[in-house]
């Protein structure tokens, strides 16, 4: 059982997890278009089948000197009583610290978090009898986040991060969230919806009426974050489950993208692409186009049905 | 010449916490940790300096992250410069700073080892609110050390995280200041994480301005916390004004409330200027009131007159009213335990006709068209017509009928007590199929597009398909007595396991649950996103459906056992204390409560302004939905 686990977490590099690659998405062997997950297969499934495209991409910028985002990203689908459900988990971590320790702690909250979830549901994964996990969603994901919290503590003392994760299951979604990276849904006419709450303090200033949000953006301390992982002594995530678009786009990513590219220019970028890869690709042309400032990150999930 | 230090050395840059049983400096042996945080660790130590004697010392590790030497030579000489500022305080509640020094990356605080309790702690383990008057005299304690440190010279001390878990009460119930070394850290990071503690903090500290204010707005949030029992943390950072502590915690006077107010400012300025004029506020309005007393009456709620909500009529049956109404073009219909089923008019409440069933009728008619559905304990399926009053048809089951019928495409779902659930179909007047459960269902099923939902008395909860197929099932521990609803996808159910459960309604996956403090045969509702629902443990609850919290939540004197209900921004719901209640949905106020008779079962109906509801005092109340107090 742990050995499927270990074969996708183990090392570096492995399926579709994001690691501190400094260019473009060269490393990483996604090839999402040809591997579209759907319940096609299934004689017993539902009358519409869901199909997850996923394109993402991991990139250092143009000005900084450490990647300090990571990304993990697994779509498979989940067997439960003789109905297979197109299933999807995708996380974002962007690390703080300076000095090699932010890049640490990305990668450990990630790997954490991914791990943490995965065994809970791994039986369903499984295990072809189909046992529902008893623990609920919501739980699941809060505890992958306080996993990720002490992973960090522990291997990476004095660092934090952000951590903004998706648990999909066909057309249900659990998101849990601390920080400042972003998790959006656009949908198929290219509004933008944004589903997560910055925890920055700009953000909370915004909300109390001291700033607008133009002076939010420039403010000195916009990087200011109140609430991430490794920093306090508790960590409390915000966590959302609510129902996820027949058709549509969720899109994962940190400031490093949100802070360059406007939203109407990433959703016009999203829905005009051919895939969700390509899409990634020019959201990446376009960050850096802005100076790439920061380490650019974004993984972006197609949902059709 | 400084000791080389007894213990293992990493060779990557991770900094491994001192083991037990590490002599440090030569001089101090570490024998457990005592907490750890991302920018220090600190350690419980024996002073070896006096072998005759257990001499407890804390040790404070920090690490120094700055890579290159002359960043850290600065740093450390930083450190070394308040370390000696700090060591110059004498202050009973300020633990004495016996040693520092530094090694490699590692800088150590030797300070005095205080036993005792965080007011962290001892907040969290005390069952309800913590004394008024105690928080109070901690408050004056703790601004008497706040002015210390803040009229030191020859600089003032800020002590920057004032919060309930850096305030130890020690065993001579005295309080002491401990992390005292938070105004000793390193320089924060560069790209933005805090000194101070959020929630806890107040605005300005994060854009690096750190003023004896920062002390005042601490204490006051700590005054705030321990008062409330709200971890501002938890909260909305600088929300104190939205949570002001006299709606949270009844035994707060206006005048504490208002100290409390000042002292969190969001302006500094607006803030007490000193520590010792917020300990002048207090003493002053200690000795206002009379002899210690320092809350008021509980006066707080004006008490709302029972006998100003009239009912527009009643109508009297000859047994119980268990069962909630139906209303259709202007009829009312309601089951009595009198076996009767009754429709009567909206307006005036006189009766169209009633029509006698062998058994009690607990459960809810449903219309269709020109038939009224109903089961009774006399086993069957009731299909009367709504203009007579006259019996069309029946079904029969194998056990008294307490669930109530539900109309979906042309059939009706019912569940009954003899462990089925059953669809009929409605033309031809005949049973089409029934699925044998594990238990008796007293749960109304709930019809979606496509599935059928409803639960057992043993726990377990269905979604069946229209030809009588299992989808999925769910075990729960104990009765769903309660009716499901669907609101985005999910299904939502309670259990007398104590859980509002919230299931994926394709798959059956359980996205999140809610516990509530005792069981719950409350059938759920959702209006704004907002999930209602009521529990044996006397309170009405308001929980967020996306993110699973509670919002609200409002305590009744007796056991909810029927399901509220929303008209408009209003919620109603009836108790077993007898009051029929009206509730503003977004806040959990009260608006006004009627009182009947005797306890109430049933869920209140609600059609064109006026509610319905009965009780077992054998009434059938109208009420006008908009009574104000």
């Known amino acids: 059982m742990s050995d499927f686990l270990k074969n ?148 990476a003392p004095g660092a934090g991060s952000t951590l903004t994760g998706i648990l999909l299951l066909r057309d249900q979604m659990t998101i849990a969230h601390i920080g400042d990276s972003r998790a959006y849904a656009i949908d198929t006419q290219g509004n933008v919806n944004l589903l997560t709450t910055d925890h920055s303090l700009v953000k909370r200033l915004e909300e109390l009426g001291q700033i607008t949000s133009d002076e939010a953006a420039i403010h000195p301390q916009r990087n200011v974050l109140y609430r991430a992982l490794g920093q306090a002594e508790m960590v409390d995530a915000d966590l959302i489950s609510a129902p996820v678009p027949n058709s549509g786009y969720l899109v994962l990513c940190s400031d490093g993208l949100w802070g360059v590219v406007p939203d109407d220019e990433m959703a016009n970028i999203i ?29 972006i999930i197609e949902k059709s049905s | 010449m400084k000791p080389v230090m007894n213990t293992k050395q990493s060779n990557n840059s991770e900094d491994i916490s001192l083991q037990k049983g590490t002599r440090l400096s030569d001089r101090y042996l570490i024998q457990k940790t005592i907490s750890t945080s991302s920018r220090s660790t600190v350690y419980q130590a024996r002073d070896l300096l006096f072998p005759n004697v257990v001499k407890l010392v804390a040790v404070k590790e920090m690490v120094n992250p700055a890579p290159d030497s002359v960043d850290r030579e600065t740093k450390v000489k930083d450190f070394e410069r308040q370390v000696n500022l700090l060591a110059t305080l004498s202050h009973p509640s300020i633990p004495r700073i016996f040693d520092y020094f530094t090694q490699g990356r590692h800088s150590y605080l030797v300070l005095e080892y205080v036993q005792g309790e965080t007011l962290e702690t001892i907040l969290s383990n005390s069952p309800g609110f913590l004394p008024t008057e105690q928080v109070i005299q901690w408050t004056i304690g703790l601004c008497e050390v706040l002015q210390y440190l803040h009229s030191h010279q020859p600089e003032p001390v800020i002590f920057r995280d004032l919060n309930p878990s850096n305030i130890i009460l020690d065993q001579h119930n005295n309080l002491m200041l401990v992390d005292f070394g938070i105004a000793i850290t390193f320089q924060d990071m560069e790209d933005g994480s805090l000194s101070g503690t959020q929630g806890y903090s107040p605005p300005e500290q994060y854009q690096g301005e750190v003023s004896t204010q920062v002390d ?67 003493l002053e309005m200690i000795g206002r009131s009379d002899s210690r007393q320092l809350s008021p009456q509980f006066d707080a709620v004006i008490p709302i007159p029972d006998n100003t909500i009239q009912p527009l009529w009643t109508f009297t049956c000859a047994d119980e009213i268990r069962g909630s109404a139906s209303c259709d073009r202007g009829i009312v219909y309601i089951g009595s335990y009198d076996n009767h089923l009754y429709a009567l008019n909206i307006e005036s409440g006189k009766m169209h006709w009633k029509y006698q069933t062998e058994g009690g009728i607990v459960s809810r008619p449903a219309i269709l068209n020109d038939s009224v559905f109903i089961g009774s304990e006399d086993n069957r399926l009731h299909v009367i017509s709504r203009r007579s009053g006259s019996l069309l048809w029946t079904y029969y089951t194998k056990g008294p009928v307490r669930s109530s019928p539900f109309a979906a495409h042309g059939h009706i779902f019912l569940g009954s007590d003899d462990w089925a659930i059953h669809a009929i179909n409605i033309s031809g007047g005949r049973g089409i199929w029934q699925i044998e459960t594990s238990s008796e269902v007293r749960s109304t099923p709930f019809v979606a597009q496509d599935a059928v939902y409803a639960g057992n008395e043993s726990g377990e909860f269905y979604c069946l398909d229209f030809r009588g197929g299992i989808k999925w099932r769910y075990k729960t521990k104990r009765a769903i007595t309660s009716s499901p609803t669907i609101a985005e996808n999910l299904v939502l159910f309670c259990s007398l396991d104590s859980h509002l ?58 056991q909810i056992t029927g399901s509220p209900i929303i008209l408009a921004d209003r919620l109603y719901c009836g108790s077993v204390d007898g009051n029929l209640y009206c509730l503003d949905h977004q806040t959990g106020q009260l608006r006004w409560k009627f009182k009947t008779n005797n306890p109430i079962t049933a869920t209140p109906a609600a059609q064109d302004d006026m509610i319905f509801i009965g009780s077992t005092d054998n009434q059938f109340y109208a009420l006008p939905a908009d009574a104000s107090g």
């Open chain 2, 216 to 282: 005042i707005y601490s204490l006051g949030a700590t005054m705030h916390h321990l008062l409330s029992g709200q971890d501002p943390r938890l909260e909305p950072q600088y929300s104190f004004a939205e949570r002001p502590i006299r709606q949270i915690n009844p035994d707060i006077s206006p005048d504490i409330e208002a100290i409390i107010a000042t002292a969190v400012q969001y302006q500094a300025s607006d803030r007490y200027q000193s520590a010792d004029e917020m300990k002048s506020a207090l």
């Open chain 2, 501 to 558: 459960y919230a299931l994926d309604a394709k798959s059956g996956y359980l996205v999140w649950r809610f516990k509530m403090d005792r069981g719950s045969i409350s059938s759920p509702c959702v209006a704004d996103g907002l999930i209602f629902t009521g529990s044996i443990d006397g309170n009405i609850y308001c929980i967020n459906l996306n993110t699973a919290k509670e919002v609200w939540r409002f305590q009744t004197e007796h």
């Open chain 1, 271 to 299: 829905s005009s692409a051919n895939s969700p890869q390509e899409a990634s690709q020019t959201l990446l042309e376009a960050a850096n186009s802005a100076g790439g400032p920061d380490n650019i990150s974004v993984i």
């Open chain 1, 8 to 155: 996708i977490l183990g090392s570096k590099g492995e399926t579709e997890s994001g690691g501190s690659s400094d260019q473009g998405t060269s490393d990483l062997p996604t090839q999402p278009n040809s591997s579209p997950v759907n319940s096609d297969s299934n004689p017993n499934s539902s009358n519409n089948p869901t199909r997850f495209n996923v394109g993402l991409v991991n990139s250092i910028g143009l000005q900084r000197e450490h990647n300090e985002d990571a990304l993990f990203a697994m779509t498979t689908y989940l067997i439960s009583n003789n109905s297979s459900l197109p299933f999807g988990l995708y996380i974002i971590a962007d690390g703080m610290g300076g000095h090699l320790h932010g890049e640490k702690a990305s990668e450990v909250a990630i790997h954490a978090m991914a791990f943490g979830v995965l065994t809970k549901l791994l039986p369903a994964i499984q295990d072809l009898s189909g046992e529902i996990p008893s623990d609920t969603f919501q739980d699941i994901m809060k505890e992958g986040v306080q996993a990720a919290h002490q992973a960090i503590i522990e291997q």
